[in-house]
């Protein structure tokens, strides 16, 4: 008898179905579950959906003054805390790159606070920056300054946030900038240097424009990971003080699981996801045309 032959395509496609069988059934159930849900009036005594309400959930969100204010929160954070973690994350790397003494050491430190829990980073953050027992006020009072109420007031809330998202962010950004450092052509330098380029010019004619799709991909990276904040704004302010850093993906979660609002909830979460894609195709977009380019 001949034997069936799949061929290299086929071959592959079996070897990927036990993968893609487990990733449908761990990330594609739950999407259509909560998409259903949004649409579903979600009966408490069986837990279960139940009726067929079309979209006059997602009528009701759209209406919401909450879910608007926390789109306009989570936008305000991503918007300052994403280009500050590009900036420090791609400075910090070009030191930690020069030859120096004891770099090794600091490039160990700066991955600690990537392995911390974000539970953890935003409790041992809220501790340090009590008014009365913290830290950093302590260290401001023997300047003659403070004591800053870092977590009761609006804006400096949104500011600690932004720092305490920065802290334990930066260095995962670090880790692809130096990853690309260390990958950029050698015999380019060269050649730069024999010409007499200076270390401005080649940082600014050589290094960055090499970088650029590096720099995109870290960009579209963290992104994905930003717009997830949730962790951090729980442990740290609790979307306080009143709305000031209250989330999107916070909100949701007062929505569904201290109010039982599930279909509310679902259809915000909903939206925030067809939202989140269509950022993402665009950011990949961009990113094609600046690799192309560069």
């Given at each position: 008898?001949?034997?069936?032959?799949?061929?290299?395509?086929?071959?592959?496609?079996?070897?990927l179905?036990?993968a893609?069988?487990?990733?449908a059934?761990?990330?594609?159930?739950?999407?259509?579950?909560?998409?259903?849900?949004?649409?579903?009036?979600?009966?408490?005594?069986?837990?279960?959906?139940?009726?067929?309400?079309?979209w006059?959930h997602?009528?009701?969100?759209?209406?919401?003054?909450?879910?608007?204010?926390s789109?306009?929160?989570?936008?305000?954070?991503?918007?300052?805390?994403?280009?500050?973690?590009?900036?420090?994350?791609f400075?910090?790397?070009?030191?930690?790159?020069?030859a120096?003494?004891?770099?090794?050491?600091?490039?160990?430190?700066?991955?600690?606070?990537?392995v911390?829990?974000?539970?953890?980073?935003?409790?041992?953050?809220?501790?340090?920056?009590?008014p009365?027992?913290?830290?950093?006020?302590?260290?401001?009072?023997?300047?003659?300054?403070?004591?800053?109420?870092?977590?009761?007031?609006?804006?400096?809330?949104?500011v600690?946030l932004?720092?305490?998202?920065?802290?334990?962010?930066?260095?995962?950004?670090?880790?692809?900038?130096?990853?690309?450092?260390?990958?950029?052509?050698?015999?380019?330098?060269?050649?730069?240097?024999?010409?007499?380029?200076?270390?401005?010019?080649?940082?600014?004619?050589?290094?960055?424009?090499?970088?650029?799709?590096?720099?995109?991909?870290?960009?579209?990276?963290?992104?994905?990971?930003?717009v997830?904040?949730?962790?951090?704004?729980?442990?740290?302010?609790?979307g306080?003080?009143?709305?000031?850093?209250?989330?999107?993906?916070?909100?949701?979660?007062?929505?569904?699981?201290?109010?039982?609002?599930?279909?509310?909830?679902?259809?915000?979460?909903?939206?925030?996801?067809?939202?989140?894609?269509?950022?993402?195709?665009?950011?990949?977009?961009?990113?094609?045309?600046?690799?192309?380019?560069?």
């Amino acid at each position: 008898m001949r034997r069936a032959r799949l061929g290299e395509p086929g071959t592959a496609w079996l070897f990927l179905a036990p993968a893609l069988l487990l990733l449908a059934g761990m990330l594609l159930y739950p999407i259509l579950y909560t998409a259903w849900v949004s649409v579903s009036d979600f009966d408490l005594a069986s837990f279960q959906p139940s009726g067929w309400v079309g979209w006059r959930h997602y009528e009701a969100v759209l209406r919401d003054p909450g879910f608007l204010d926390s789109l306009r929160v989570t936008g305000v954070y991503l918007v300052i805390a994403l280009p500050l973690q590009m900036v420090l994350g791609f400075a910090i790397a070009f030191l930690l790159n020069v030859a120096w003494r004891g770099r090794g050491v600091l490039r160990a430190l700066f991955l600690i606070p990537m392995v911390v829990a974000p539970v953890v980073a935003g409790g041992v953050w809220r501790m340090l920056l009590d008014p009365l027992w913290g830290v950093v006020n302590y260290a401001l009072g023997l300047v003659g300054v403070g004591p800053v109420e870092w977590i009761g007031d609006p804006t400096l809330a949104m500011v600690s946030l932004i720092v305490i998202d920065t802290w334990r962010w930066t260095p995962f950004v670090v880790l692809i900038a130096s990853a690309g450092i260390m990958a950029l052509p050698g015999d380019v330098y060269e050649a730069a240097k024999s010409d007499g380029a200076g270390r401005w010019a080649i940082l600014r004619r050589i290094t960055l424009p090499l970088l650029v799709p590096v720099m995109a991909a870290a960009f579209v990276v963290r992104w994905l990971g930003a717009v997830k904040m949730f962790d951090i704004a729980l442990a740290a302010t609790r979307g306080g003080p009143g709305n000031s850093t209250n989330v999107i993906n916070l909100y949701i979660y007062e929505k569904g699981f201290r109010s039982l609002e599930f279909g509310s909830a679902s259809s915000m979460a909903t939206i925030v996801l067809v939202l989140t894609m269509l950022i993402t195709f665009v950011l990949f977009r961009v990113t094609r045309r600046l690799e192309n380019r560069w």
